[in-house]
């Protein structure tokens, strides 16, 4: 039976990309392995994937005991499948913390390091001779998860070696960083058709903090005017779904890629003193400004 590879839900570039390179290792390496993702992916992964070549992965809606699966990009099972301990799991690649709450019948293979992006992970674990061997499509892949996890190295998350990771494949492509990541950045940017819903779904992962249940929300842009102009109706659609999923609140942070400042959406008193208490600002509006804010990883979700 073919290893199943998947990321979180709401799949981003990091989460698609990544699946779809361990699935060339494993099979480059003698075992059957098959990408998928958990969700539509953002406009940036769409892109990525048609400027590579690869079509889009299948979208897994359901696993069972059958199933052999290997987990990039998360280890939190809030963003997995309710019965994600009842799969065979084999293997997990991830770049976040340690959550807790995967439970597995035998002892796995995990590897969790503090870097960008799970394919630097996924990087470190290749020889060199792995590497060597490695089609420029997948490269490419890889080049791309690590741009797209750090800004292009704007981002606290970004180490050296995230650095010479990028830096090799993109001598390797004889590729511009700079310009690929504009591309890229300007792909994610175009979000005008979609919902106000799906704005603050296409990058959101669920967290409990404190005991309170929180969907937490990022848009990276190059343009998030497209975004802020649509304030009224957001604010409107943030109480819906936190009623629809019985949450406490759903945080929106709309992340200005060029400005490195991240606009957070105000929708009520116990958002704002959210803000006050964790961003130690005070929100006089709707809308509140936070320089220097582009990380949820590193900078959102340790403060709450």
């Given at each position: 039976?073919?290893?199943?590879?998947?990321?979180?839900?709401?799949?981003?570039?990091?989460?698609?990309?990544?699946?779809?390179?361990?699935?060339?290792?494993?099979?480059?390496?003698?075992?059957?392995?098959?990408?998928?993702?958990?969700?539509?992916?953002?406009?940036?992964?769409?892109?990525?994937?048609?400027?590579?070549?690869?079509?889009?992965?299948?979208?897994?809606?359901?696993?069972?005991?059958?199933?052999k699966v290997v987990i990039v990009d998360t280890n939190n099972p809030n963003e997995l499948f309710d019965n994600i301990n009842d799969t065979q799991i084999i293997q997990i690649i991830d770049h976040h913390k340690l959550v807790g709450g995967i439970q597995t019948t035998n002892p796995i293979d995990i590897c969790i390091k503090p870097l960008a992006s799970s394919a630097s992970v996924m990087y470190t674990l290749m020889s060199d001779s792995d590497i060597k061997s490695m089609p420029k499509n997948i490269k490419g892949l890889m080049l791309s998860c690590v741009l797209s996890d750090t800004l292009e190295f704007r981002s606290p998350t970004t180490t050296d070696l995230d650095k010479d990771i990028a830096t090799i494949l993109a001598n390797q492509l004889k590729i511009d960083i700079n310009e690929y990541a504009s591309k890229m950045f300007e792909a994610k940017s175009d979000v005008s058709h979609f919902s106000d819903e799906d704005l603050i779904k296409l990058d959101s992962k669920k967290y409990e903090v404190s005991g309170k249940k929180y969907r937490v929300s990022v848009l990276e842009t190059t343009a998030p005017n497209i975004v802020l102009d649509r304030k009224d109706s957001i604010l409107k659609t943030i109480e819906t779904i936190k009623k629809d999923?019985?949450?406490?609140?759903?945080?929106?942070?709309?992340?200005?890629?060029?400005?490195?400042?991240?606009?957070?959406?105000?929708?009520?008193?116990?958002?704002?003193?959210?803000?006050?208490?964790?961003?130690?600002?005070?929100?006089?509006?709707?809308?509140?400004?936070?320089?220097?804010?582009?990380?949820?990883?590193?900078?959102?979700?340790?403060?709450?």
């Open positions: 039976m073919s290893i199943k590879i998947f990321g979180h839900k709401s799949p981003d570039t990091d989460a698609t990309a990544s699946a779809l390179v361990w699935s060339w290792y494993l099979n480059f390496k003698g075992q059957k392995a098959n990408a998928y993702i958990l969700g539509t992916p953002n406009t940036e992964t769409l892109f990525v994937l048609k400027y590579w070549g690869f079509e889009v992965p299948k979208q897994l809606t359901s696993v069972s005991s059958e199933d999923e019985s949450l406490d609140e759903v945080l929106l942070f709309v992340i200005d890629i060029l400005k490195e400042e991240a606009t957070f959406f105000i929708p009520n008193n116990a958002v704002k003193n959210i803000a006050k208490n964790s961003f130690k600002t005070e929100a006089t509006s709707e809308l509140v400004i936070l320089p220097g804010i582009v990380s949820r990883k590193k900078q959102i979700i340790p403060v709450l």
